[in-house]
Protein backbone atom coordinates (compact mmCIF):
# COMPACT_ATOMS: atom_id res chain seq x y z
CA UNK A 1 0.00 0.00 0.00
CA UNK A 2 1.17 3.50 -0.73
CA UNK A 3 0.68 6.79 0.70
CA UNK A 4 -1.72 7.78 -2.10
CA UNK A 5 -4.09 5.19 -0.09
CA UNK A 6 -4.38 7.15 2.63
CA UNK A 7 -3.14 10.71 2.49
CA UNK A 8 -5.59 13.70 2.54
CA UNK A 9 -5.56 15.01 -1.22
CA UNK A 10 -5.91 19.14 -1.71
CA UNK A 11 -4.49 19.96 1.68
CA UNK A 12 -5.86 23.40 3.38
CA UNK A 13 -2.42 25.27 2.90
CA UNK A 14 -1.32 28.93 3.65
CA UNK A 15 1.39 31.58 1.90
CA UNK A 16 4.49 32.25 3.44
CA UNK A 17 3.09 36.12 3.97
CA UNK A 18 -0.15 35.18 5.64
CA UNK A 19 -0.31 36.64 9.10
CA UNK A 20 -0.33 33.39 11.22
CA UNK A 21 -4.12 34.33 12.84
CA UNK A 22 -4.68 33.29 9.60
CA UNK A 23 -3.12 29.72 9.92
CA UNK A 24 -4.61 29.47 13.43
CA UNK A 25 -7.99 30.29 11.90
CA UNK A 26 -7.88 27.46 9.45
CA UNK A 27 -6.40 25.00 12.16
CA UNK A 28 -8.91 25.79 14.46
CA UNK A 29 -12.26 25.51 11.94
CA UNK A 30 -11.21 22.86 9.92
CA UNK A 31 -9.70 21.07 13.32
CA UNK A 32 -6.19 19.45 11.74
CA UNK A 33 -2.48 20.51 13.33
CA UNK A 34 -0.58 21.54 10.54
CA UNK A 35 -0.56 23.36 6.77
CA UNK A 36 1.70 23.12 4.09
CA UNK A 37 3.57 26.14 3.24
CA UNK A 38 3.44 28.00 0.03
CA UNK A 39 5.20 30.80 -1.85
CA UNK A 40 3.61 33.23 -3.85
CA UNK A 41 4.11 31.02 -7.41
CA UNK A 42 2.84 28.06 -5.45
CA UNK A 43 6.00 26.63 -4.26
CA UNK A 44 5.99 24.71 -0.91
CA UNK A 45 8.81 26.19 0.88
CA UNK A 46 7.70 24.93 4.52
CA UNK A 47 5.08 23.96 7.15
CA UNK A 48 3.67 25.05 10.49
CA UNK A 49 2.17 23.46 13.16
CA UNK A 50 0.21 24.22 16.07
CA UNK A 51 3.65 23.92 18.34
CA UNK A 52 4.80 26.68 16.11
CA UNK A 53 1.93 29.24 16.06
CA UNK A 54 2.20 28.18 20.22
CA UNK A 55 5.42 29.07 20.29
CA UNK A 56 4.93 32.34 18.37
CA UNK A 57 2.27 33.52 20.70
CA UNK A 58 2.75 35.73 23.57
CA UNK A 59 3.78 34.24 26.84
CA UNK A 60 0.18 33.80 29.50
CA UNK A 61 2.24 36.23 31.76
CA UNK A 62 2.50 39.35 28.91
CA UNK A 63 1.01 41.90 30.05
CA UNK A 64 -0.48 43.01 26.54
CA UNK A 65 -3.94 43.28 26.61
CA UNK A 66 -6.15 41.13 24.71
CA UNK A 67 -6.25 43.55 21.37
CA UNK A 68 -2.32 44.03 21.59
CA UNK A 69 -2.06 40.43 21.25
CA UNK A 70 -3.85 40.32 18.30
CA UNK A 71 -2.55 43.15 16.88
CA UNK A 72 1.09 41.74 17.39
CA UNK A 73 -0.13 38.14 15.96
CA UNK A 74 -1.65 39.88 12.18
CA UNK A 75 1.67 41.53 12.23
CA UNK A 76 3.81 38.22 12.48
CA UNK A 77 3.86 36.13 8.97
CA UNK A 78 4.01 32.65 8.77
CA UNK A 79 7.49 32.36 7.22
CA UNK A 80 8.49 33.74 10.14
CA UNK A 81 7.41 30.82 12.35
CA UNK A 82 7.15 27.69 9.64
CA UNK A 83 9.58 24.97 9.54
CA UNK A 84 11.73 25.16 6.58
CA UNK A 85 13.34 21.93 6.82
CA UNK A 86 10.71 19.96 5.07
CA UNK A 87 11.16 15.66 4.51
CA UNK A 88 8.79 15.11 1.99
CA UNK A 89 7.29 11.66 0.45
CA UNK A 90 5.74 10.71 -3.11
CA UNK A 91 2.38 9.86 -3.94
CA UNK A 92 3.88 6.14 -4.20
CA UNK A 93 5.83 5.77 -1.18
CA UNK A 94 5.14 3.13 0.89
CA UNK A 95 3.22 3.94 3.97
CA UNK A 96 5.78 1.73 5.87
CA UNK A 97 8.31 4.16 4.60
CA UNK A 98 6.60 7.17 5.66
CA UNK A 99 5.47 5.49 8.99
CA UNK A 100 9.44 5.27 9.23
CA UNK A 101 10.26 8.74 8.27
CA UNK A 102 7.50 9.80 11.17
CA UNK A 103 8.86 8.52 14.03
CA UNK A 104 12.57 8.60 13.07
CA UNK A 105 12.25 12.68 12.56
CA UNK A 106 9.55 13.19 15.43
CA UNK A 107 7.19 14.99 13.40
CA UNK A 108 3.25 14.22 12.64
CA UNK A 109 3.26 14.96 9.17
CA UNK A 110 4.91 14.71 5.67
CA UNK A 111 3.79 16.87 2.33
CA UNK A 112 2.93 14.62 -0.65
CA UNK A 113 4.96 15.93 -3.43
CA UNK A 114 4.82 14.81 -7.38
CA UNK A 115 7.11 16.36 -10.30
CA UNK A 116 7.72 18.82 -7.55
CA UNK A 117 3.94 20.02 -6.57
CA UNK A 118 2.17 19.64 -3.74
CA UNK A 119 -0.70 16.78 -4.02
CA UNK A 120 -1.31 15.72 -0.42
CA UNK A 121 -0.99 15.69 2.96
CA UNK A 122 0.08 12.08 5.09
CA UNK A 123 -0.03 12.86 9.16
CA UNK A 124 -0.01 10.11 11.67
CA UNK A 125 -3.83 9.99 12.07
CA UNK A 126 -3.96 8.81 8.38
CA UNK A 127 -1.48 6.08 9.51
CA UNK A 128 -3.22 5.32 13.13
CA UNK A 129 -6.22 4.95 10.68
CA UNK A 130 -4.83 2.43 8.29
CA UNK A 131 -3.84 0.23 11.23
CA UNK A 132 -7.46 0.18 12.60
CA UNK A 133 -7.99 -1.30 9.37
CA UNK A 134 -4.75 -3.97 8.80
CA UNK A 135 -6.54 -4.95 12.31
CA UNK A 136 -9.77 -5.19 11.42
CA UNK A 137 -10.86 -3.45 14.66
CA UNK A 138 -14.38 -2.95 13.62
CA UNK A 139 -15.09 -5.70 12.70
CA UNK A 140 -15.92 -8.31 15.37
CA UNK A 141 -14.22 -11.76 15.57
CA UNK A 142 -11.68 -13.77 17.80
CA UNK A 143 -8.66 -12.21 18.07
CA UNK A 144 -5.39 -14.89 18.59
CA UNK A 145 -1.88 -13.20 19.33
CA UNK A 146 0.49 -16.60 19.13
CA UNK A 147 4.21 -17.18 19.21
CA UNK A 148 5.42 -19.03 16.35
CA UNK A 149 8.35 -20.84 15.16
CA UNK A 150 10.42 -19.07 12.69
CA UNK A 151 10.29 -20.75 9.68
CA UNK A 152 9.13 -21.34 6.25
CA UNK A 153 5.68 -21.99 5.65
CA UNK A 154 4.37 -21.56 9.31
CA UNK A 155 2.38 -18.86 8.31
CA UNK A 156 0.39 -20.43 5.42
CA UNK A 157 0.29 -23.27 7.85
CA UNK A 158 -1.67 -21.17 10.24
CA UNK A 159 -3.82 -19.52 8.12
CA UNK A 160 -4.35 -22.63 6.12
CA UNK A 161 -5.68 -24.32 10.11
CA UNK A 162 -8.25 -21.59 10.21
CA UNK A 163 -9.88 -21.84 6.88
CA UNK A 164 -9.97 -25.30 7.26
CA UNK A 165 -12.01 -24.71 10.18
CA UNK A 166 -14.47 -22.83 8.53
CA UNK A 167 -13.32 -19.59 9.66
CA UNK A 168 -12.89 -16.63 7.67
CA UNK A 169 -9.73 -14.19 8.07
CA UNK A 170 -9.79 -10.40 8.99
CA UNK A 171 -6.85 -9.48 9.58
CA UNK A 172 -3.52 -11.09 10.26
CA UNK A 173 0.05 -9.11 11.19
CA UNK A 174 3.52 -10.37 11.82
CA UNK A 175 6.19 -9.15 14.56
CA UNK A 176 9.27 -10.12 15.39
CA UNK A 177 9.73 -12.98 18.39
CA UNK A 178 11.93 -12.58 21.49
CA UNK A 179 14.72 -14.04 19.64
CA UNK A 180 15.64 -14.93 15.82
CA UNK A 181 14.17 -18.49 16.33
CA UNK A 182 10.12 -17.50 16.92
CA UNK A 183 8.27 -14.67 15.77
CA UNK A 184 4.94 -13.10 16.20
CA UNK A 185 1.39 -13.49 14.67
CA UNK A 186 -1.55 -11.35 15.46
CA UNK A 187 -4.59 -13.18 13.49
CA UNK A 188 -8.46 -11.89 13.78
CA UNK A 189 -10.58 -14.44 12.35
CA UNK A 190 -14.72 -14.92 11.83
CA UNK A 191 -16.90 -17.47 11.90
CA UNK A 192 -15.22 -19.80 14.19
CA UNK A 193 -15.50 -20.15 17.85
CA UNK A 194 -12.67 -19.07 20.21
CA UNK A 195 -12.29 -22.58 21.60
CA UNK A 196 -12.41 -23.75 18.13
CA UNK A 197 -9.92 -21.87 16.75
CA UNK A 198 -7.67 -22.35 19.72
CA UNK A 199 -7.83 -25.85 19.30
CA UNK A 200 -6.56 -26.33 15.66
CA UNK A 201 -3.97 -23.80 16.14
CA UNK A 202 -2.46 -24.70 19.05
CA UNK A 203 -0.65 -27.54 17.73
CA UNK A 204 1.22 -25.24 15.31
CA UNK A 205 2.68 -22.88 17.70
CA UNK A 206 5.32 -22.27 20.45
CA UNK A 207 2.78 -20.29 22.94
CA UNK A 208 -1.10 -18.60 22.93
CA UNK A 209 0.13 -15.81 24.34
CA UNK A 210 -3.66 -14.37 24.30
CA UNK A 211 -7.01 -15.07 22.71
CA UNK A 212 -10.14 -12.40 23.00
CA UNK A 213 -13.27 -11.74 21.36
CA UNK A 214 -13.44 -8.62 19.61
Known amino acids: MTVASVMTKNPFTVKDNDPVTDAQTILRREKIHRLPVLDHRGALIGIVSEKDLLYAAPSPATTLNVYEMSNLLSKLKVSTVMSKDLITVSSSTPVEDAARLLVDNNIGG?????????????????????????????????????????????????????????????????????????????????????????????????????????
Open 110 to 214: LPVVDEGKLVGIVTESDLFRLLIDLFGTRHKGVRVTLRVPERPGELADATKAVADAGGNLIALGTFSGNDMSNAVIILKAEGIEKDRLIEVLEPLVIEVIDVREA
